[in-house]
């Protein structure tokens, strides 16, 4: 299936590993140009390489911390000028951060919101503009069904993404006169880069015998038996990206495996 992004600048945040760098393959290949951003240039350059040699897409990256406005600003003042516009934003920088309410701290609770909210809408107010001015965008928010039904020992995470599923509605009832769709996705057991850390820490710590075993233990929680890829949300993200998904704003769908307990 052509999703028509050819021509289409998308701008994708924690874009160097996992998800992000999942939803940049797919958007390279279908002919958006695509700028990753993260804060550790290492890891952009490496993620551009890959992508550019296996895609032939045009692939960029710019270094950006999205929890300080000051450097979102710079970061999307370089994308806008030399680009001149940005169709679609991916929000997907964060990390996971399941505690008990018992260790939840000020900081804590703090640098989460901060990362997954504040930088969501640091990103959100630099693209806007340009999609009012154009009538066209695509904002796509990342969270997790946690933020829908929270477990124990989920905060901050499920308060923060409980924020992010919020935000994504009223974005897409401000917004939809201006033909700005926004959706969020609601991601469970992904193969990403945070969870390939939690593996090898796994292991060392005996827990596991390989990083293999452990994603196969994390699958076994889901109806379908195993854990997703990244490209799984990759797809997902480009085609509510596409006019395929034209009709289509203010939902938040779980990509999970059926694991959530709620739709």
């Given at each position: 299936m052509d999703l028509e992004l050819k021509g289409r600048v998308a701008v994708v945040t924690g874009g160097s590993e996992g998800i992000g760098k999942g939803a940049a393959q797919v958007l390279a290949e279908e002919g958006a140009t695509v700028i990753i951003m993260a804060r550790t240039r290492a890891r952009l350059d490496a993620a551009v390489d890959e992508i550019r040699s296996s895609s032939g897409g045009q692939i960029e990256a710019v270094s950006c911390d999205v929890t300080d406005p000051a450097a979102?600003?710079?970061?999307?003042?370089?994308?806008?000028?030399?680009?001149?516009?940005?169709?679609?934003?991916?929000?997907?920088?964060?990390?996971?951060?399941?505690?008990?309410?018992?260790?939840?701290?000020?900081?804590?609770?703090?640098?989460?919101?901060?990362?997954?909210?504040?930088?969501a809408v640091y990103c959100s107010r630099a693209v806007l503009p340009g999609m009012?001015?154009?009538?066209?965008?695509?904002?796509?928010?990342?969270t997790t069904a946690a933020g829908k039904a929270a477990p124990g020992a989920s905060v901050p995470t499920s308060m923060s993404r409980a924020a992010g599923i919020a935000m994504t509605k009223a974005m897409s009832k401000e917004f939809g006169r201006d033909n700005i769709l926004v959706n969020t996705i609601c991601?469970?057991?992904?193969?990403?880069?945070?969870?390939?850390?939690?593996a090898e820490a796994a292991v060392q710590r005996g827990e596991v015998s390989t990083t293999e075993e452990y994603y196969t233990n994390r699958g076994k929680g889901a109806p379908l038996g195993r854990v997703g890829e990244a490209r799984e949300a990759g797809d997902l993200i480009s085609f509510l990206a596409s006019e395929r998904a034209s009709f289509i704003t203010g939902t938040a769908i779980n990509l999970d495996g059926g694991a959530a307990p709620v739709v």
């Open positions: 979102v600003e710079v970061a999307f003042g370089q994308v806008l000028g030399k680009f001149g516009k940005v169709d679609i934003l991916v929000n997907n920088a964060g990390v996971g951060n399941a505690n008990s309410f018992d260790d939840l701290t000020d900081e804590l609770l703090g640098e989460d919101l901060q990362v997954k909210v504040f930088g009012r001015a154009a009538k066209w965008g695509r904002i796509i928010n990342i991601i469970g057991s992904i193969r990403s880069g945070q969870n390939d850390r939690q």
